[in-house]
Each structure stands twice: as structure tokens, then as C-alpha cells.
């Protein structure tokens, strides 16, 4: 900071940086830390530019130590406040780690090598970790050897498979091991402030033992993707798990696949699990698992899930919410029809905004879109309590499926009745797609004594026009003359909108 000091004849500079107190500088290195920025060198301080960037690559902060001796103490004598911290990839990590202070220690590596070992190996530094499991088996060992050792100041650990599902579905090797299986003494059963674990791809069958350690209970993030056949766990051992998990507030349960037959059904127990502070819950998998798995726990303060099934779902989705405080009351539903899979969201009301807490998938790949929507309505129809208070419903279609090559299915598809049929206060029917004439069609079989039977307090009926073919709208028009007139004559008039 230079200040330009004016008087009569003359204007000279004036240094004036020094003139800062120290707790000035402290304040305006804190300032800084606002967005993370990786650079090259491995080491930076969080900083956001107020202007056009000036180069490649941020300003790092051991760059802001070496101005003078006074900014380097300052800096070193509060590393907590400025939140300094070294971030380990694959460049100068080991002599970077020898050099400076003993900050703590974040692994992003892009592969894994000996840089990567070092930095893992000062594990009572190591405070976030994002890491895919080496492909040699020498490196998997060594990898698991370090991990063995507790880690008292990691918060957050992300471990990733580089193997193909394909290659884990195969069985494992001859001598009864599991590729790339996380051992029994991971982190040595010790990370008192890990909050958030995510395991893809990653065979850990006793994962439910090392969650039911003490040393684990402020594990508030539990996200397991594509669970693999290998490193099935099953819904009991999972509950087991779950126990002392009493800061979970987000679960996310993603398998691969796995055989049914693994799956033991027990009467319910006497007292049920209760994760306290659960908010969200993903899952994807067979029915039979979920229903296992719900049988046991409660989740009082559940507010967002989402569930995909396959191949074929029969839960009651109010199992879901059930036990939950949260008031239900759903006012819009939207549904997405394609080849391989149905969806629904439902949305209720807050602050006048409509959200959607509760999102269903049920993945039948290559089935068609009939089987897709009778299974969506199975599923509907065991819910129909948490549809009674529904009054907009969203109805999209995306199919290869056309009007001039599968006319016979579309002339056919009475069953698709059962989809709109649990939505009895439904007064706003949408339809958008490709095929509308696929939802339009079963209307036209609402006539005589069956014209209120479904929809019966439908007033508004909205379609998009400019997504159909011409064969395909003026079969939809056929089609809605004939559901209009009748609701017309029976005195429950629908008004239609394009």
C-alpha cells in the first residue's frame, strides 16, 4: 500500500502498509476465504478476486507468507481463524508436507502414488478424503494397510471403485476374496468427527459394524452408490449399523443388484429403530429390501425421499411417512411415462412455492409404456390416502411407441384408467409428450354410468398440441369429443385448454 503525500513543490511516496495493525491484516486475510480455488502448486488460500482474473491460476497463500517476516507470523500464528490447509494431489505433496506448518491435510488425488501414500500416512492431519481404490492389487494393499490406522481429525471420506460393475458381478477370485473389500479394521474403528462417508462401487459387507462404533456417531452423511453384489448387506445387518447413527440426516441406500433369495423376512420387531434426525432417504433397489428395512426403522423428521424400484414395486408408499411428523398434504402430482421407466413427484405447498419431498421411480428397462403405467398404478392404488388431497396432476409421455404402427395398443389401453384412478380430487389434468393420444385415449371409454367414475372433480383439461403428430391430434380430438359430451350430459362439464 503506497500513500502519495502532496505538499507545496513536492509529492512524494509513502509506505504505509506497515501502519496496519496486526488484527487489520488478520481481518483482511480472513476476508478472503470465501471461495476454494485448486491451483497447481498445491497449496493456496481461498480467495475470491474482485475483478477480471488476472492469470491461470489464484493467488496461493504461502505467496502472501513470503511478502515479509511480519505477514508469515501472522499468518502461521492463526492457521484456524484463516482456515489454511494443504490440499494433497499428485504434485510436490511430500515436499510440500515436509516444508510447512502442520496444517491440516486434504487428498484429492487424480491417480495414486507415492505422494498420495505420504500424505495418508499423517493421518493425524488428514481431514477430507476423496479417493478411488487402486487397480493393482500390491497398491489396494498398501492403500488398506494406511487405512487401518484411525483418523481422529477426518470429516469427510469418499472412497470410489475404478473397476467395472460388470467386472464385480462376475463372482470373486479363487481364493474367496472380494476385490478391492474394505478390511474389518477400517480407520481402526476410529473417526470421532467423520460427518460424512460415501462409498461407490466399494465392497464393505461388515460396514455395519464399524458404523455401530461409538467413534462414529456424529455421522450426519451415510451415501452408499451402487452397492455391489459382492458387498451385499443385508437389511438387518443395515439396521444394525443404523443404530447409533443418531445424527444421521441423510441416507442414500443404491444398489447394483442383488438376489432375493439373500433377503430373510421376520415378523416386526417389538420396538422399531428411530433415526432422529433423518431428513432425506434415497433409495434404489428391490421392493423386497425397502420393506425390510422399513419395517424396522422410524424416521419422525423425514422431509425429502427418493425411491427406485426394480423390477417390479408393490409398496405402500405411505409406509414411507408413516411414522414421519411431517404434515402431508400433497396438492400437484407430476408423471413421466417412457419405455423403461415411470416416475411421479408429489408437491405440497410451502410459502408459496410448491415442493417436491417425495420422488418415485420404477425402472423396467424395455418394457413398454403399458407395463410402466400399470405398475405406477399398483402403487398408486395402495396410497390413496396420500393422493386424496391432489388437485393438479401433470401427466408427461415419452415413448417410441406411435399411433400408425401400434394403433391396436392405443385403441386397447382401457387399463390405463387405474393410472388416473386414485386421483379423485383432481380438478386440473395436464398432458404433455410426444403421444399424448396414449393418455387421451382410455377417456373416451368414460361415457354413461362411468363418466364420473374416474377424475370425478375434473373441471380443466390441458393438453400440447404442438407436440403431436397430425394423425395423432386428430385422434385426440375423437377421442376428447366423446369424454367432453358425456361429462357435459351427466352435469360435470370439463372445460379443455391447448
Not at 115 to 123: D, F, G, R, S, W
Not at 143 to 160: D, G, K, V
Not at 210 to 236: A, T
Not at 309 to 316: A, G, H, K, Q, V
Amino acid at each position: 500500500m503506497i500513500t502519495y503525500l502532496s505538499g507545496p513543490g513536492h509529492i512524494s511516496p509513502h509506505v504505509t502498509i506497515n501502519s496496519l495493525p496486526d488484527e487489520v491484516l488478520l481481518i483482511i486475510f480472513a476476508f478472503c476465504r470465501v471461495v476454494t480455488l485448486k491451483c497447481q502448486d498445491e497449496l493456496f488460500l481461498e480467495y475470491p478476486w474482485p475483478g477480471p482474473w488476472p492469470g491461470p491460476w489464484p493467488l496461493i497463500w504461502h505467496e502472501l507468507t513470503e511478502v515479509c517476516q511480519r505477514w508469515r507470523y501472522i499468518m502461521f500464528s492463526s492457521p484456524l481463524r484463516l482456515d489454511l490447509r494443504i490440499y494433497c494431489t499428485n504434485h510436490n505433496s511430500v515436499k510440500l508436507l515436509d516444508v510447512w506448518p502442520p496444517f491440516p491435510i486434504e487428498v484429492y488425488p487424480r491417480r495414486y502414488d507415492d505422494n498420495i501414500i505420504a500424505a495418508l500416512e499423517h493421518h493425524n492431519r488428514v481431514r477430507q478424503i476423496d479417493i478411488g481404490l487402486p487397480r493393482s492389487q500390491p497398491e489396494l494393499e498398501r492403500f488398506t494397510t494406511i487405512m487401518q490406522e484411525p483418523f481422529p481429525t477426518l470429516t469427510s471420506l469418499s472412497i470410489w471403485s475404478e473397476s467395472e460393475p460388470q467386472a464385480q458381478a462376475e463372482g470373486p477370485p479363487a481364493d474367496g476374496s472380494l476385490v478391492g473389500q474394505l478390511p474389518d479394521t477400517f480407520l481402526a474403528g476410529s473417526a470421532p468427527r467423520l460427518r460424512s462417508l460415501t462409498l461407490t462401487g466399494v465392497p464393505f459387507p461388515t460396514l455395519p459394524q464399524l458404523l455401530s462404533s461409538l467413534s462414529f456417531n456424529d455421522l450426519s452423511r451415510l451415501w452408499l452408490q451402487d452397492i455391489p453384489n459382492l458387498g451385499y448387506i443385508s437389511p438387518d445387518a443395515m439396521v444394525t449399523g443404523l443404530s447409533a447413527l443418531t445424527r444421521l440426516t441423510t441416507l442414500c441406500l443404491n444398489f447394483q443388484g442383488f438376489h432375493l433369495d439373500r433377503i430373510t423376512r421376520h415378523s416386526p420387531p417389538f420396538t422399531r429403530l428411530i433415526l432422529p434426525a433423518l431428513t432425506s432417504f434415497y433409495f434404489h433397489g428391490v421392493n423386497e429390501y425397502l420393506e425390510a428395512l422399513l419395517a424396522q426403522i422410524d424416521a419422525p423428521r423425514l422431509e425429502t425421499f427418493s425411491i427406485t424400484f426394480f423390477p417390479e414395486p408393490i409398496l405402500d408408499i405411505r409406509e414411507l411417512i408413516h411414522h414421519s411428523q411431517t404434515l402431508w398434504s400433497f396438492i400437484r402430482a407430476n408423471v413421466t411415462i417412457t419405455d423403461h421407466d415411470a416416475k411421479i413427484n408429489l408437491g405440497l405447498l410451502k410459502k408459496r412455492t410448491v415442493e417436491y419431498p417425495l420422488d418415485l421411480k420404477i425402472h423396467g428397462e424395455g418394457q413398454g409404456p403399458d407395463w410402466q403405467a400399470s405398475s405406477m398404478a399398483q402403487v398408486l392404488t395402495r396410497s390413496l390416502s396420500l393422493l386424496s388431497s391432489i388437485v393438479v396432476l401433470a401427466i408427461d409421455i415419452d415413448t417410441s411407441y406411435t399411433l400408425r404402427e401400434h394403433l391396436e395398443v392405443f385403441m386397447d389401453n382401457v387399463e390405463w384408467l387405474d393410472l388416473f384412478r386414485p386421483f379423485t380430487a383432481v380438478r386440473i389434468l395436464h398432458f404433455s409428450g410426444d403421444q399424448q393420444s396414449f393418455l387421451v385415449s382410455p377417456l373416451r371409454w368414460l361415457t354413461g354410468e362411468r363418466v364420473t367414475e374416474v377424475l370425478p372433480a375434473l373441471q380443466d383439461l390441458c393438453f400440447d398440441k404442438d407436440s403431436e403428430s397430425k394423425l395423432g391430434f386428430e385422434y385426440m380430438q375423437q377421442c376428447m369429443e366423446l369424454f367432453i359430451a358425456a361429462r357435459r350430459h351427466s352435469g360435470h362439464p370439463v372445460r379443455v385448454h391447448s
